[in-house]
């Protein structure tokens, strides 16, 4: 779709599927069930949404998916999608990775950060996207390669040191823009650093809330996932987003959500929100 200057695509950085109560936190199965239905192992399908965005000079790409370095193991417990979905998705579009000039990272998760590194013919770890200008929150970067016991297992601090030693990384701070356009907003909530990202332009506006608000079922306040470091933060910040996603009819990128990819959103008198004019893809 077309936003102002902006092209926007989704692109796909690999389903995979994780466990409902991981994806739903406190939320009783009776209520997530029939929304997002569990397989045998009580996994739901979770779609990895990224954005492209392009103006005829710059290609962004907020984030970048699971990527292709899991071993049989992790591949089997996540049921992580074969091949190579981000780069096969934007080769569909006509982009190849080394077109790709900003990458932004909502935060570093594996499921958000895992395609921006692979692994060459001799298994040393090299970016995916070698001539992109890589961009993070300052917050996020810190407690990502910081030595907090805590967060040890959130993050591959050894494949992030990597990526900076291999390309061009800028840290971020609240409310910084990116490009002419691209400003991004730390959250928190999910994890201390958490970054939405909002994309303006001629009046219209698309904002990439990442896992603050993952899928249109966490549209309601208190659907959260257990991931989330800062449980209450999440609940006080998302109504927030998404009130100023209404009042400013923003469309929203839901890139977890297997069946909408973006939506608006409209205030409601009962449920606070709504989802309307659900899109499968942009
Ligand atoms: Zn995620």
């Known amino acids: 779709m077309q936003l102002g200057h902006w092209q926007l695509d989704t692109v796909n950085g690999g389903q995979f599927r994780i466990d409902g109560g991981v994806m739903f936190g406190v939320v009783p199965k009776s209520l997530w069930g029939p929304i997002a239905p569990a397989d045998p192992h009580n996994r739901v399908l979770c779609a990895n949404h990224c954005l492209l965005a392009r103006d005829g000079r710059h290609r962004v790409l907020i984030d970048t998916g699971c990527g292709i370095k899991f071993g049989p193991l992790e591949r089997r417990y ?33 499921d958000h950060i895992g395609g921006a590194t692979r692994r060459d013919q001799q298994g040393r770890l090299v970016p995916t996207f070698p001539t992109a200008r890589h961009f993070v929150g300052r917050i996020e970067w810190n407690d ?29 701070e609240d409310g910084q823009e990116v490009l002419p356009g691209i400003t991004v ?24 809330p990442g896992d603050l608000c993952p899928t249109t079922a966490h549209i309601r ?25 209404a009042d400013r009819q923003w ?23 709504v989802v309307c004019e659900p899109q499968a893809r942009l």
């Open 78 to 110: 996540y049921d992580l999608e074969p091949g190579d979905p981000l780069l096969e998705s934007l080769m569909a579009l006509g982009v190849a990775a080394e077109d790709i000039d900003c990458v932004v990272f909502s935060h570093l998760h594996f």
């Open 221 to 245: 306040r208190f659907w959260c996932t257990a991931y989330d470091v800062h449980l209450a933060e999440t609940r006080r910040r998302k109504p927030l987003l998404l009130g100023e996603a």
């Open 251 to 273: 469309l929203v990128i839901w890139n977890h959500d297997p069946r909408v990819a973006a939506s608006r959103v409209q205030h409601h008198p009962k449920r606070e929100f």
């Open 185 to 208: 907003r730390v959250t928190g909530g999910h994890t201390r650093g958490h970054l939405a990202i909002i994309l303006q332009s001629n009046g219209q506006g698309v904002v990439y």
């Open 144 to 172: 990502a390669v910081g030595d907090a016991l805590e967060l040890r297992t959130a993050y591959a601090r050894d494949d992030l040191l990597q990526l900076q030693h291999s390309v061009p990384l800028s840290l971020l």
